[in-house]
């Protein structure tokens, strides 16, 4: 009967902190109520890993979900220009610019400030991945206050099911390190990543836009 007791006790806990797991995490949006952006500035990702093109192919794939959402979006290919012909030509000294100067340069409402912490293919001992993980947060070009926060992740071994045992295991690492060495994954990654952390009506992500029909109902 104890050991009844017990194990009822444990299952109690597990469930529990299985609630406690699974509980989404609640984001205060009041302030991205009140501002309610029209127009977004995509920055120059900061780029922390070792990729040099990572921040180009971040920031270059950021547009769609964003105007997707509802919002308009400054043309990044002007926003680089841009600073460029101002003399910035590294992301941290363009996110370093002072969001009157940046209001004033561009006249969008919010901009979007972004890392790239990882980018590219790791090595395993039978397999390599391509992963990307992003974090970006949004903030009132108007107040200078942040209005959004949020991170996520894509990897190529999401849909990988290999089930031929140890030489289907080896074949298929042959075949991804040709095909990764081949092929700009990581740009595909890249893709995946900014969709799941800039369209709007996930849980804990963007709102939509005013351009988009489902505006208000978030």
């Not at 797991?21 to 920055?43: F, G, H, N």
């Not at 979007?112 to 790791?122: A, E, P």
């Not at 390599?128 to 990897?155: H, I, P, Y």
């Not at 369209?199 to 029909?213: C, H, I, Q, T």
């Amino acid at each position: 009967m104890k050991r009844l007791r017990r194990l009822g006790v444990c299952v109690a806990a597990i469930a529990l902190l299985s609630a406690c797991a699974t509980k989404p995490v609640e984001v205060d949006y009041s302030a991205y109520k009140q501002s309610r952006p029209r127009s977004i500035l995509i920055m120059p990702p900061a780029n922390l890993s070792p990729d040099v093109a990572a921040g180009y192919s971040v920031m270059s794939v950021s547009t769609l979900p964003l105007a997707e959402s509802g919002y308009y979006v400054m043309p990044v290919t002007l926003t680089s220009e841009t600073f460029k012909q101002n003399g910035i030509t590294v992301a941290e000294d363009a996110q370093a610019l002072s969001i009157a100067k940046l209001r004033e340069i561009f006249g969008a409402d919010a901009a979007l400030y972004m890392s790239v912490t990882k980018y590219g293919t790791s090595y395993r001992v039978l397999d390599s991945v391509v992963e990307v993980r992003l974090s970006a947060k949004l903030v009132d070009l108007r107040t200078g206050g942040t209005l959004w926060q949020g991170s996520s992740f894509a990897s190529s071994a999401e849909n990988s099911n290999n089930n031929g045992g140890l030489i289907g295991m080896l074949v298929s690492a042959a075949v991804n390190q040709i095909v990764h060495n081949l092929a700009d994954h990581g740009h595909d990654m890249a893709d995946r990543a900014s969709v799941r952390l800039l369209y709007a009506g996930r849980a804990g992500g963007l709102l939509y836009g005013p351009y988009s029909p489902k505006y208000g109902t978030d």
